[in-house]
């Protein structure tokens, strides 16, 4: 799924987003939107890793969608 699915279809991906990365906040996960640099800022603030790791996860997670 691309950055374009995510965005439309993200009332389903959030619940997913929230199981891959359960310190993600229902504030976080509504900031994002879909925004996928917002989240991956997140990403990093939350569990203390590099931006190139969190940017990587993401990938991951979203092949995985």
Known sequence: MDAEQIKANWNKVKGD?????GKL???DLA???GHRDYLIG???ERYGIAKDEARRQLDEFEKKL
């Open 31 to 33: 900031e994002a939107e």
């Open 25 to 27: 906040t229902d504030d």
């Open 17 to 21: 987003i929230k199981k891959q990365w």
């Open 42 to 44: 997140k990403i990093q």
